[in-house]
C-alpha cells in the first residue's frame, strides 16, 4: 500500500490504500524525558502536531424532532395483562409514515443487521445515527421517489459503512464534536478511502472527542490505520476491533481508556504500529500478544498494567521498539527480552522490576536503548561481557538499588551518548575507562558513594552535561590547562563532595559553560581571573567552601549571569556596583551584619547594595 501522511489523513482524500505514518515521530534512540538533574527542572516533552482546523459546515439543524406514528391495526384489549411481558418476542419495527418508502425499510434493516435492539431506544446513538440516515440524510433523501433508483443508489453509497460512521461520530459527542457533511462519508473529517470507496483509515488528533469506540467498527473491514489520539476518549478497547483483520496501525494514545487489555488483539496479525500509552488501563498484557510477529512497536507506557511481561515475547521476531514505563508490573527483568532479535529500544522504567539486570540484555547486539530507571533493581550494574564494542547509545539505571563498584569494562560502550547511574549504592574510584567513550554527551552518576580524585579522562570533548554531585569524590580538581582539547560542557554538577584546593587555571576551558556548581566543598583560596572567561555562565554557585579575599571585580563580564552564590565562605570587601549592574536574579553574600553576643560589636564581612540574601543567617 502507498505511505500517506497524518495530514493527508484528514483531509477526506480518496485513493490508493493509506497507512498512515504514524510510527515516524517515535524513533528517538532515548526516552521522550530523562532524569532530572535538578528538582526544578522538568524534562523534555514532546508535543504531537496538530492537524488542520477547518471543518466541513454545521450538522443541518431540519431534522424532525417527532416520527409519525400509524394507526394500532389491533384495537386494544379491555383489560390490561396483569403482568407485563419483560421483552418483546418479535423484532420490533420503527414505525414508519403511512406511505412508506423503501429507503426507511431498507435503513432500518441494515441498522438492525449491525447494531441489533440498541437501534430502537433513543438514548442510544445507534437510534441517533438511524435517525439522521433516515431523515437528514440528503444523499438518501434525495432517491426516496423510485424503488429501483433507491436500490441501486444505496448499493453505491455502502449504507452499511455509511450508518456505521455516523454511529461513530455520535458515539464520540455527536455533530457538535466531529464535523459530518451530507457528502459521501470519504469527505468526512478524519477519514480516508481506497479508489472503490471503502474507508481504509480513520484518525483524529486533538479534536476534544468525548465517549467510546463503538463494537460497530468491526463493520469497517478494509480499515488499515485507526489512530484517536490526545482526545478524551473513555470506556474500554471493544473486542471488536480484534475483527480488523487488515488493520496495520492502531493508536488509542492520550485519552481517558480504562479496563483490560482484549485478548482479541492478537487476532491483528497484520498490525506494525500498537500504541495505548497515557490511558487508565490495567490488568495484564495478553498472551496473545505475542502471535503478532509483524509487530515492529509496542507502546503501552504510562498505564496501570500489571503482572509480568509474556514469556514468548521471543518470538516476535519483528519488533524494535518496547515501552512499558510507568506500570505496575513486577516481576525479575525477564532475560527472554535480550533474545527478541531486531529490539532496539527498551523502555521499563518506573515499574516494581526486582532482581539483578540481566547480561542478555547488554549482550543483546540490536539493542540501541536501554531504561530500567526507577526500579528496584538491586546487585552490580550490567555491562556488556564480551571484548566487542556495544550498540548501546542510551542506558539508564537511575533510581535503583544497584551496589559494587563500575567495572572497567565500562570502556565497552564505545557508542554510548546518554550514561545515566545516578541515585544508586555505587562504591569505589571513577574508572579511568569512561575516557574511552568518545561519543559521550552525558553523564549523570550523581548521589552514589563513589570516591577517590577526580580523573582528568572523564572530561571528554563530547561531554555537555557531567551530573557528578552528592558523592564522596575528594582531592583537587585536574588542571586541564594542559590538555589540548576543545570542550563543549555547558553543566558541570561537583556540589556535595569533599574537593579540595583551589579552582584551577583550566576552568577557562569550558567556554560553553552555563551551569558550574562547586557549593558544598572545601575549596580554597580567591576566584581566579581566567573565571572571566565564563561568559555564557548563568548560575555560578560557590557557597559553603573556603573562599577567601575580596569579590573580584571581573565577575562584572559574567554578562549572562542569574544566579551567583558566594556565601558561606571567606570573602571580604565589597560586591562592586559594576557587579549589581548585571541585574543578576539571585545574589547570596555573607552580607549580614553579626553582633557578637559578649561585645555587642557589629561586623559586616561583606558589603552589598543588591543582593537578594545575605548570610549567616540567611
Excluded at 132 to 143: I, R, S, V
Excluded at 406 to 414: A, Q, S
Excluded at 496 to 515: A, C, V, W
Aim: proline residues 8%; hydrophobic residues 35%; contains cysteine.
Amino acid at each position: 500500500p502507498a505511505i500517506m501522511s497524518t495530514d493527508s489523513v484528514m483531509s477526506g482524500a480518496t485513493g490508493q490504500v493509506p497507512v498512515t505514518n504514524e510510527p515516524s515521530s517515535v524513533l528517538s534512540d532515548i526516552p521522550s524525558s530523562f532524569p532530572s538533574m535538578e528538582p526544578s527542572t522538568s524534562g523534555p516533552t514532546s508535543k504531537p502536531s496538530f492537524y488542520p482546523t477547518t471543518f466541513p459546515s454545521q450538522f443541518p439543524s431540519n431534522k424532525p424532532t417527532l416520527k409519525p406514528t400509524q394507526t394500532p391495526s389491533v384495537k386494544p384489549t379491555s383489560k390490561p395483562t396483569t403482568v407485563p411481558t419483560p421483552l418483546p418476542t418479535m423484532k420490533p419495527t420503527i414505525t414508519a409514515k403511512p406511505s412508506e418508502t423503501p429507503l426507511e425499510k431498507i435503513m432500518e434493516d441494515v441498522a438492525f443487521d449491525v447494531s441489533g435492539e440498541e437501534i430502537f431506544f433513543p438514548d442510544t446513538p445507534q437510534y441517533q445515527a438511524l435517525e439522521w440516515m433516515t431523515y437528514t440524510n440528503q444523499l438518501t433523501k434525495e432517491t426516496k421517489t423510485s424503488r429501483t433508483r433507491s436500490l441501486q443508489k444505496y448499493h453505491w453509497l455502502n449504507l452499511k459503512q455509511r450508518y456505521v460512521m455516523a454511529l461513530f461520530y455520535y458515539s464520540l459527542g455527536g455533530p457538535d464534536s466531529i464535523k459530518f457533511t451530507q457528502k459521501h462519508e470519504c469527505e468526512w473529517m478524519g477519514i480516508v478511502c481506497n479508489l472503490r470507496g471503502n474507508i481504509t483509515a480513520i484518525s483524529f488528533d486533538a479534536n476534544n472527542l468525548k465517549g467510546h469506540i463503538p463494537n460497530e467498527i468491526r463493520e469497517i473491514q478494509e480499515m488499515r490505520s485507526l489512530i484517536i489520539k490526545n482526545n478524551l476518549l473513555d470506556g474500554t478497547i471493544p473486542d471488536a476491533i480484534g475483527e480488523l483483520l487488515k488493520l496495520q496501525q492502531l493508536g488509542l494514545y492520550n485519552n481517558d481508556m480504562f479496563g483490560d487489555l482484549p485478548s482479541s488483539l492478537g487476532n491483528l496479525t497484520q498490525l506494525t504500529f500498537l500504541a495505548l500509552y497515557n490511558n487508565y488501563l490495567t490488568g495484564f498484557i495478553p498472551d496473545e500478544i505475542t502471535k503478532l510477529t509483524n509487530l515492529q512497536q509496542l507502546q503501552l507506557q504510562g498505564n496501570e498494567i500489571g503482572g509480568s511481561i509474556p514469556r514468548d515475547m521471543d518470538l516476535m521476531e519483528s519488533l524494535e521498539y518496547l515501552d512499558l514505563q510507568d506500570n505496575n508490573i513486577t516481576e525479575r527483568v525477564p532475560r527472554r527480552l535480550g533474545r527478541i532479535p531486531n529490539l532496539e529500544r527498551l523502555y521499563l522504567s518506573g515499574n516494581f522490576l526486582r532482581g539483578t539486570i540481566p547480561d542478555e540484555l547488554l549482550d543483546s547486539p540490536s539493542l540501541k536503548s536501554l531504561d530500567l530507571t526507577d526500579n528496584d533493581l538491586d546487585g552490580e550494574i550490567a555491562l556488556p561481557s564480551g571484548d566487542e564494542e556495544s550498540n548501546l547509545v542510551y542506558y539508564s539505571v537511575t533510581f535503583n538499588e544497584l551496589e559494587g563498584s563500575v567495572p572497567t569494562t565500562i570502556g565497552n560502550l564505545k557508542n554510548i551518548q546518554y550514561l545515566f547511574m545516578a541515585d544508586n549504592l555505587l562504591t569505589g574510584d571513577i574508572p579511568t575507562e569512561f575516557g574511552l567513550l568518545y561519543k559521550l554527551k552525558d553523564l549523570r552518576i550523581g548521589l552514589n558513594e563513589f570516591n577517590g580524585p577526580l580523573p582528568i579522562q572523564i572530561f571528554l570533548p563530547t561531554l555537555e552535561n557531567m551530573f557528578l554531585s552528592s558523592n564522596l569524590i575528594n582531592g583537587p580538581l585536574p588542571d586541564l590547562s594542559i590538555v589540548n582539547k576543545t570542550f563543549s560542557l555547558r553543566r558541570l554538577y561537583l556540589n556535595d563532595n569533599e574537593i579540595t584546593g583551589k579552582l584551577p587555571q583550566g576552568i577557562s576551558k569550558f567556554r560553553n559553560l552555563e551551569m558550574l556548581y562547586l557549593n558544598n566543598n572545601f575549596l580554597t583560596g580567591p576566584i581566579p581571573s581566567h573565571v572571566a572567561h565564563l561568559t555564557n555562565l548563568k548560575r555560578f554557585h560557590l557557597f559553603d567552601n573556603q573562599f577567601s579575599g575580596d569579590i573580584p571585580t571581573f565577575l562584572n563580564e559574567l554578562v549572562s549571569l542569574e544566579e551567583l552564590g558566594l556565601d558561606y565562605n571567606n570573602f571580604t570587601g565589597k560586591v562592586d556596583d559594576s557587579i549589581c549592574d548585571l541585574g543578576i536574579e539571585s545574589l547570596w553574600t555573607d552580607c549580614a551584619v553579626v553582633v557578637d553576643p559578649i561585645t555587642g560589636q557589629e561586623t559586616q564581612e561583606v558589603q552589598c547594595e543588591c543582593c537578594d540574601v545575605c548570610c549567616p543567617g540567611c
